[in-house]
């Protein structure tokens, strides 16, 4: 099983959006809506901040969504923060197993 | 409230076998849909899906390591174990136990995780 493709880093300025992309297969992120996104601060363990490709789990700000189209999902944080900084992981159930994504590093200009 | 704890040897010798145990509170296996997993971070590195055991003891492995992982669980103490056999630096890495949402395929409660270095 392959890892999900998502960009190595992306950025931007307090209060922007950003999006990250998370690209798989038919038999993971296309055949499956139980796509979830994870944060990670240094040195802390991950953080479940999407799942079942949209929703938040409580606690979650409302600037994090998930969408997904195709083989493809997508984490958009809106009003960025600067304690969003942080790496992002996607992950996707692909039937037996789990799939994650080689991760992002927001940056928070 | 849910934790997890993952606990075990900082350092290992390369061939030999590794032994992770995760202890956990605030829930319990022998609920219907509970099931807990294990997930690895090599320094630097993205995280990577190892194994997974629910309530009626199925477990599932990933396909690259399957043939060395073993994942066991012991109900009443709240653990479960996994254990890899031949560890090799690339082995080195934060151990993981997570639990999966009751109703869902994410992983809602991570512990703080374990280094595991291998070593001679």
């Known amino acids: 099983q392959s890892a999900l493709t998502q960009p190595r880093s992306v950025s931007g300025s307090p209060g922007q959006s950003v999006t990250i992309s998370c690209t798989g297969t038919s038999s993971d992120v296309g055949g499956y809506n139980y796509v979830s996104w994870y944060q990670q601060h240094p040195g802390k363990a991950p953080k479940l901040m999407i799942y079942?490709?949209?929703k938040r789990p409580s606690g979650v700000p409302d600037r994090f969504s998930g969408s997904k189209s195709g083989n493809t999902a997508s984490l958009t944080i809106s009003g960025l923060q600067a304690e969003d900084e942080a790496d992002y992981y996607c992950c996707s159930y692909a039937g037996s197993n789990w799939v994650f994504g080689g991760g992002t590093k927001l940056t928070v200009l | 409230q849910v934790t997890l704890k993952e606990s075990g040897p900082a350092l290992v010798k390369p061939t030999q076998t590794l032994t992770l145990t995760c202890t956990f509170s605030?829930?319990?296996?022998?609920?219907?849909?509970?099931?807990v997993s294990w997930i690895r971070q090599p320094p630097g590195k993205a995280l990577e899906w190892l194994a997974r055991?629910?309530?009626?003891?199925?477990?599932f492995y990933s396909t690259s390591l399957k043939t060395r992982l073993t994942i066991s669980k012991d109900t009443s103490k709240n653990q479960v174990v996994l254990t890899m056999t031949n560890m090799d630096s690339v082995d080195t890495a934060t151990y993981y136990c997570?639990?999966?949402?009751?109703?869902?395929?994410?992983?809602?409660?991570w512990g703080q995780g374990t280094l595991v270095t291998v070593s001679s």
């Open positions: 079942d490709v949209s």
């Open positions: 055991i629910n309530r009626d003891d199925d477990k």
């Open positions: 605030g829930f319990s296996l022998s609920t219907s849909g509970m099931r």
């Open positions: 997570a639990r999966i949402r009751t109703t869902g395929m994410d992983f809602d409660y």
